[in-house]
């Protein structure tokens, strides 16, 4: 049975009613924080990493599961876990499907996940949008490189001479570049498929400009040509990049969204739905482990530059990718088919 309080009773009551629920609500905030704050302890964290061992995503990964634990509320441990196949599809799949949504899995995801989505490959189970980015480490530069036995020695020869990639598989950025540039360079190259890290033997590969160790530079045991970005390397003023060499503006569009994926370069990202409050936890984990001297120490030492960027900026320049005209997109998924 319902009551009704007339005039100034009703009104006291409804008072005395909201102050209690807010002091309700206020009591109950500082033990949602601590649970947040505890939410970590004994427990594991898994960093997923989408391509074999050796090259420069598995070197940040580990890097990062030595140091990241640190940085968090109750000092997690942390592993890394080497998942390659389907250029790193494999992997994103994983983790948008499989793996807990609560902040315990992570991954260094590989850079063109958000492309490959927009291209419309088959092998994609989830929504590039969804995933939470907890910052980046480094942009990249991918480059294309053969080794010095290889009669393709000079630009005059890519563009002239027919020549086979050694990539990861045929639905990812690196075979679409290749198509593009036979389409729109009249080049002759001959992907080879089966690749599942940069290290793996081959004519030639694309990597990033992090994985080009000082030594092969200085050996010059490789002969780099090419680069794909928007801009010349600060370490590679010689090398042009693709863009420089589109002869139209439907070529220069396409080779400037094909190679846009290198902003995210190696970044760390968790699955959807992750709370907010324990989002941030990681974010702030992630900001404090890049200022860290002994993080920063460990990467001098083992040759692995820091471009990093908050998770704030990195999952702006995943929207950003998606703003693309319908018309646009239709000339770069083009490029995408067999």
């Not at 441990?77 to 899995?105: F, K, Q």
């Not at 045991?221 to 503006?249: C, G, K, S, W, Y």
């Not at 900001?287 to 993080?295: E, G, L, N, T």
């Amino acid at each position: 049975m319902g009551w009704f309080l007339p005039g100034r009773w009703g009104r006291v009551l409804a008072g005395y009613v909201a102050l209690v629920a807010a002091l309700m609500v206020a009591l109950a905030l500082p033990s949602r924080a601590a649970d947040e704050d505890d939410f970590y302890r004994g427990k594991t964290i898994t960093i997923i990493i989408p391509i074999g061992p050796g090259g420069a995503y598995d070197a940040y990964a580990r890097l990062v599961s030595r140091h990241l634990g640190k940085q968090l509320p109750g000092n997690p441990v942390i592993i890394a876990r080497n998942m390659p196949g389907g250029g790193g599809v494999i992997a994103s799949n994983h983790l948008y499907n499989v793996a807990p949504r609560d902040g315990t899995t992570l991954a260094i995801i590989t850079s063109s996940f958000a492309n490959e989505q927009l291209f419309g490959n088959p092998q994609i189970r989830y929504d590039a949008r969804q995933f939470l980015a907890i910052g980046r480490l480094l942009d990249t530069t991918s480059v294309l490189f053969f080794w010095h036995t290889s009669p393709i020695k000079t630009l005059n020869d890519l563009l002239t001479r027919p020549a086979t990639m050694a990539i990861s598989s045929v639905n990812e950025i690196p075979a679409y570049r290749l198509t593009a540039m036979n389409r729109y360079l009249n080049t002759q190259l001959k992907a080879i498929p089966g690749h599942p890290s940069a290290t793996d033997g081959g004519t030639s590969t694309y990597i990033g400009l992090s994985q080009l160790f000082s030594g092969y530079l200085r050996d010059k045991t490789l002969n780099i040509l090419m680069q794909f970005a928007l801009q010349r390397d600060p370490h590679m003023r010689d090398v042009p990049t693709v863009i420089e060499l589109a002869r139209d503006p439907d070529a220069t569009q396409i080779f400037r969204h094909l190679v846009s994926n290198d902003e995210i370069g190696r970044s760390l990202f968790t699955t959807p739905n992750v709370p907010a409050a324990r989002l941030k936890l990681l974010r702030q984990a992630f900001q404090a482990m890049i200022s860290d001297a002994d993080f920063q120490a460990e990467a001098v030492q083992l040759k692995l530059p820091l471009a990093p960027r908050s998770g704030e900026e990195m999952q702006k320049v995943v929207a950003d990718l998606f703003d693309i005209s319908p018309a646009a997109l239709a000339k770069v998924r083009d490029v995408s088919k067999p």
